[in-house]
């Protein structure tokens, strides 16, 4: 794979077209509070206070009228409201154009367009004006790359569940949750289901989104301004602290953003984008020993999602830095040996190293796992020639 630039990977899940970032709703009893040191002095971001929209779930009163009504009408029907809201979405969306941008309710409603972010927000906004309960849940999911201006982005997924209004629970029964509805606009038989998020949380996702393309954009003003609002409304976050640290580290401030990821490790010990990104900065500061110190401790990090470790392992590719992508490909696979995603790479890499044996094992285990039929095929074709090279060299 292409080796990466030298530069500070950003690390913070990012909207892309067919994504959405998503954040951990942690608690409140477990929340700790540290003061990160920003340099509010290093940017100029207040000509942004007056230009966005407070209410990222604002509808104008016409809006509103229009969803009222045929909510109304659907119920009037005898629908219940959660499914009456779903078949809303489902006709509205039909003609929606997917685009990358990130907006609020108002304009994704008025423009037809927005990423999943704005899908969710139109959910939400919908749901308030007929005064249905709402939640946003964390979805694992396989990671999606995309390189711009330097900037390694990564994508995550979200989705938003319709509650069953005035559900009554039966005194026999147990329930994990009031039932509903699974908004999904994209969904994957990969998909593998997360914690709920809070509103706030959801917030900071949506700020984030923007302060990410901002950041793309190189306006690190604005980038600061949306990615310090995100922070206030989740300070436990760890991909918005990292991304606050790589606008400092990207706008000049190194002290900052080393002050920021220190901060950040001791809100989240374990976040691999807090402690790569750092690494990375302390390598490039040529304080190799410092960065050798905490790159150790990257392996024993025990973040059970399989697709965290997924994407240490592509960066790691991606970087030209072999072993440690076949070791956390390993990882993977010891957290889910179900995805044949790691498989393939590890193939590839030992294909590449000229250790067949190795190789051919790796794509057998991906076989395993492998359910569509074109993809089968062509693991098979892989590992018939696979077989072809270990017969030729046995003679």
Request: proline share 4%; aromatic share 12%.
């Amino acid at each position: 794979m292409k080796k990466l630039l030298k530069g500070i990977w950003l690390l913070a899940l990012i909207t892309q077209l067919f994504a959405c970032s998503s954040i951990t709703d942690k608690g409140h009893a477990k929340l700790k509070i540290i003061n990160l040191p920003l340099n509010y002095a290093l940017f100029n971001s207040e000509i942004y206070k007056d230009k966005l929209e407070e209410d990222i779930f604002y509808l104008t009163p016409v809006q509103q009228q229009e969803v009222q009504v045929l909510i109304n009408k659907a119920v009037a029907k005898g629908t219940p409201k959660h499914i009456a809201l779903n078949d809303l979405l489902t006709s509205k969306l039909a003609n929606f154009t997917y685009y990358g941008d990130t907006y609020p309710a108002e304009a994704a409603m008025r423009l037809n367009k927005g990423n999943c972010m704005s899908l969710a927000v139109l959910t939400g906004a919908f749901a308030q004006v007929v005064g249905l309960e709402f939640s946003y849940r964390e979805v694992n999911t396989l990671p999606v790359f995309d390189k711009q201006n330097n900037l390694l982005l990564s994508s995550s997924h979200v989705q938003t569940l319709l509650h069953e209004e005035d559900f009554t629970p039966d005194a026999d029964r147990f329930y994990f949750g009031t039932p509903g509805i699974i908004i999904d606009y994209f969904p994957s038989s990969d998909n593998r289901r997360g914690k709920k998020v809070s509103r706030d949380s959801f917030s900071a996702m949506y700020y984030k989104n923007l302060a990410s393309n901002a950041l793309i954009e190189d306006d690190f003003n604005k980038a600061f301004y949306l990615a310090e609002k995100a922070y206030q409304f989740d300070k436990s976050n760890a991909s918005v602290i990292n991304l606050l640290a790589v606008i400092h580290r990207r706008s000049g401030d190194v002290t900052s953003a080393e002050g920021i990821y220190k901060a950040g490790l001791e809100i989240e010990p374990s976040s691999l984008a807090l402690m790569s990104n750092y690494v990375v900065l302390l390598q490039t500061e040529q304080r190799h020993s410092e960065a050798k110190v905490l790159e150790d401790k990257l392996d024993f990090v025990d973040d059970p999602n399989p697709y965290i470790w997924l994407e240490q392992a592509y960066v790691a590719q991606m970087n030209n830095e072999i072993p440690k992508a076949s070791r956390y490909y390993q990882k993977v696979i010891e957290k889910a040996p179900y995805l044949n995603e790691p498989y393939i790479e590890l193939y590839k890499i030992y294909k590449e190293n000229g250790q067949v044996r190795l190789a051919k094992k790796m794509l057998i285990n991906a076989l395993e796992w492998t359910y569509e039929i074109a993809q089968r095929k062509q693991y098979k074709y892989k590992l018939y020639s696979l077989n072809l090279n270990l017969s030729m060299s046995e003679h």
